[in-house]
């Protein structure tokens, strides 16, 4: 019995970010196309071989991609929204397809001259924090083979002397993952198995022996249409080129196991991270002739694998068949390097392991499995000495914190007064007119900000220089703000690297990375924090940034906070002991911060929920204890504040209609959602669903260059209008301004301004 490592796919950002700036130089123009490209491949050829050196026996190809992969499929499938105006049997080149990931603004746009066009939508990649570009498929669609990438990159790796195998994105759950737009996308399941047995053909033809086809789609709940198309997918497919290695992951089969045994494919890759429970039924299901991939290192966290536990498991099997030994799913969720960090200390850094180490991990569980124990006793006893020093490292547990969760209460969970009285008391408080502005919480990083900051944190610029410098850009914004016409103000947080990181930096039981960096979407990075112990707050985090701001104006100034669950989500978790226990540990820290902004005069509070959502399970049956933890450990870290105090809450793209009641639960006075990409379809459920609260449903996309006019938000907020009450809506961008520039923020704003105030006429007319 034969044991190898394949890699499911590998960072595309590079060790230090080589794709970010390369791909932001291109679009700022002062790269050219090929550049670009140059650049990719420089990436690409770097990773194989790095990857090879590590002990990859299946090499990866196709999972790079310059923006999205998701967005790569629907291009390669021809699935090009009419709006980009293809001439008829014309693929899209890279204008359209940035176009499509981030919107253009007028002129020669996708070949073409006309004006300004829209971004795709975007949302979530099943429960992770990475961003896809959302396929649509409208009436008129036409799907016609494009260019052929896994091809093209597989081509590329043998020129180079790597023999991969081309990952592709499975059609059913691309199919899956696609929004209609008047007919139902499976119908078009005939024309995109036409086309991925063509792409399979002419892999086949290039010398690909094996193929990898993701359909994480499996790991959820299958509709019956769902089921009957992998059954018809891949009896086509099975004998339409090379063998399939058919890739499921984030979650166990659990009840489509069955159907993923029944599959005529080559082998089957499961998830042991999510799912460990899985593997003796898998074993049982999956026919010894097919080969069998075990995702036995966690793909999507960063923390070291218990080496000989895993032994134990794999051993036994290793006897009886061939295995393939893998990460959980693509290591595109994970930092490329762990020893590119040099301010870890070496007690936690002996508690890791990003990419490059999983691999490393993978190679020596093979490495045991081939010659035993024996040939790898050193670096096992290393691997050992870890797991019980992080079991044992008192830094981790902080009896202050265990007694504080222990004693909780109920009231602590619940506002003084009902919403109808506190909307009273907040509309005397703050007496904001109809349809109030505001923004979601940042503004533009500049250059200057950003320069700033790496000198500070390289000792160039002493913290007094540097406080004087964000003092000054705070005020700048506040001036600013009065002068557009913004209702409810921000500070601007200029101070704040990252909406996770600042806090985490702040709180006890996180850890920071340098180079730690993962990818969003397109060229966004995070650097997501190590959450490894009990969590408690030292000190205000927030408070003197407030006071400042407030006190240049007389217009209300919100706190900005990140809520508890979004800094959970939105780290990297600790995984010895359950996450909602780490979650109520950060509710209290937030407590504190809201408490304290409350007793300095902050009338009005944003606890940022972007990635509730998020975190939903993938099988709905999981759905309940998920919303009723996550609900209980933001009303306890808001619900401490008086009627006076108005909670705000901000929630990013993904789908909320199917989660409203918890939504409502969570009881704030104000939440803001991403809906401008959707066109306001985000509200639809609010037909059935009465919200008590008051709603900013954003008509400003800011994850696009393009600037929306004054016309298209007044459309957008009567969209709005069919589904809420004026006094209910609120006027604000999808997102915050971090990203964006000043003179596209500028005259978005001023738009937005004179939209709320046309709104406001339109009402006042009409009464």
């Known amino acids: ?10 960072p595309r950002i590079g060790p230090r970010r080589e794709l970010k700036f390369a791909l932001e130089k291109f679009w700022a123009g002062t790269i050219s196309q090929d550049e670009l490209e140059e650049a990719a491949q420089g990436l690409r050829t770097a990773t194989w071989a790095r990857q090879k050196a590590l002990g990859v026996d299946w090499l990866p190809s196709n999972d790079f991609s310059l923006y999205d992969h998701v967005l790569d499929t629907s291009v390669m499938l021809g699935a090009i929204p009419a709006r980009y105006d293809l001439a008829s049997g014309q693929a899209a080149g890279l204008e359209t397809y940035f176009a499509m990931a981030r919107g253009a603004t007028g002129g020669a746009t996708c070949g073409h001259a006309h004006g300004s066009v829209t971004a795709g939508e975007m949302t979530k990649w099943f429960d992770t924090n990475y961003h896809f570009i959302v396929p649509e498929i409208e009436p008129e669609t036409r799907l016609q083979l494009g260019h052929i990438k896994p091809l093209q990159d597989y081509l590329e790796a043998k020129a180079q002397g790597f023999e991969t195998r081309p990952v592709i994105l499975g059609p059913v759950t691309w199919l899956s993952l696609a929004k209609e737009y008047g007919s139902d996308p499976f119908d078009l399941l005939e024309e995109v198995l036409a086309l991925y047995a063509t792409v399979l053909a002419r892999l086949e033809e290039a010398g690909a022996e094996w193929v990898q086809i993701d359909e994480p789609i499996l790991v959820t709940d299958l509709t019956d ?17 090379p063998k399939i290695m058919l890739a499921t992951y984030f979650g166990g089969l659990e009840n489509n196991l069955s159907l993923a045994a029944s599959l005529p494919v080559a082998g089957l890759h499961i998830d042991l991270a999510r799912a460990p429970e899985q593997l003796d039924a898998v074993v049982k299901a999956v026919p010894q002739n097919r080969l069998l991939s075990l995702g036995v290192v966690d793909g999507r966290n960063v923390w070291r694998a218990d080496l000989a536990a895993l032994l134990d498991r794999l051993e036994p099997l290793a006897a009886q068949r061939d295995l393939v030994l893998a990460p959980s799913c693509s290591l595109l ?20 392991a990003f990419a490059v180490q999983k691999i490393e991990e993978l190679d020596l569980l093979r490495r045991a499995l081939a010659n035993g124990r024996e040939s790898v006793a050193a670096e096992l006893a290393t691997s050992a000495r870890a797991t019980e020093a992080r079991k044992t490292a008192a830094r981790i547990h902080d009896r202050a914190v265990s007694e504080r969760i222990a004693a909780l209460t109920h009231d602590m969970r619940e506002r003084r007064a009902g919403h109808a009285e506190r909307v009273k008391t907040q509309s005397e408080v703050l007496n904001l007119p109809l349809f109030p502005t505001t923004t979601i919480g940042s503004f533009p990083q500049t250059g200057a900000v950003r320069k700033a900051r790496a000198e500070y944190n390289r000792g160039v610029l002493d913290g007094k220089s540097y406080d004087a410098f964000l003092h000054q850009e705070t005020e700048r914004a506040i001036r600013w703000q009065e002068e557009a016409g913004v209702d409810m103000l921000v500070h601007g947080e200029f101070e704040r690297n990252d909406m996770v990181q600042y806090f985490g930096e702040k709180l006890a039981g996180f850890a920071f990375t340098v180079n730690g960096w993962v990818q969003s979407y397109g060229s966004r990075c995070v650097r997501p924090p190590i959450l490894y112990g009990d969590v408690s707050r030292p000190e205000p985090m927030t408070v003197d940034w407030w006071r400042y701001a407030q006190g240049l104006t007389d217009k209300p100034v919100k706190g900005m906070l990140t809520g508890p669950v979004t800094i959970l989500n939105w780290s990297f978790v600790r995984d010895d002991q359950p996450r909602e226990a780490s979650c109520r540990q950060i509710a209290l820290a937030i407590r504190d911060e ?20 998020e975190g939903l399970p993938l099988r709905e049956r999981d759905w309940p204890a998920y919303l009723d933890w996550a609900v209980d450990c933001f009303r306890l870290a808001a619900a401490g504040v008086g009627n006076q105090t108005q909670i705000h809450t901000h929630m990013c793209y993904s789908e909320f209609n199917d989660i409203l009641p918890s939504i409502g639960a969570m009881d704030t006075d104000v939440i803001s959602i991403e809906t401008a990409r959707s066109q306001m379809e985000l509200l639809a459920g609010f037909a059935s669903y009465r919200y008590p609260s008051a709603i900013g449903p954003g008509i400003y996309d800011i994850h696009s ?4 006019g004054e016309d298209e938000m007044v459309a957008l907020m009567r969209l709005a209008q069919k589904h809420l009450r004026p006094e209910q809506l609120w006027v604000n961008p999808d997102c915050g301004l971090k990203t964006r ?22 009402t006042n007319t009409e009464a």
């Open 741 to 762: 520039g000043w003179d596209e923020v500028k005259p978005a704003i001023a738009a937005m301004v004179s939209a709320a105030r046309t709104l406001r006429a339109e």
């Open 333 to 352: 969720h994970a930092p490329v390097d762990l020893q590119l960090e040099s301010k870890l200390d070496d007690e936690l850094k002996q508690w890791l």
């Open 225 to 241: 249409r769902q089921r009957r198309a992998f059954t018809r997918a891949y009896a086509k497919l099975g004998r339409a080129g």
């Open 594 to 613: 809201v408490l304290d902004l409350e007793a300095a005069g902050c009338k009005a509070i944003q606890i940022d929920e972007a990635a509730l959502r």
């Open 1 to 10: 019995m034969t044991v190898s490592v394949a890699s499911l796919g590998f």
């Open 705 to 708: 260059a393009r600037v929306p």
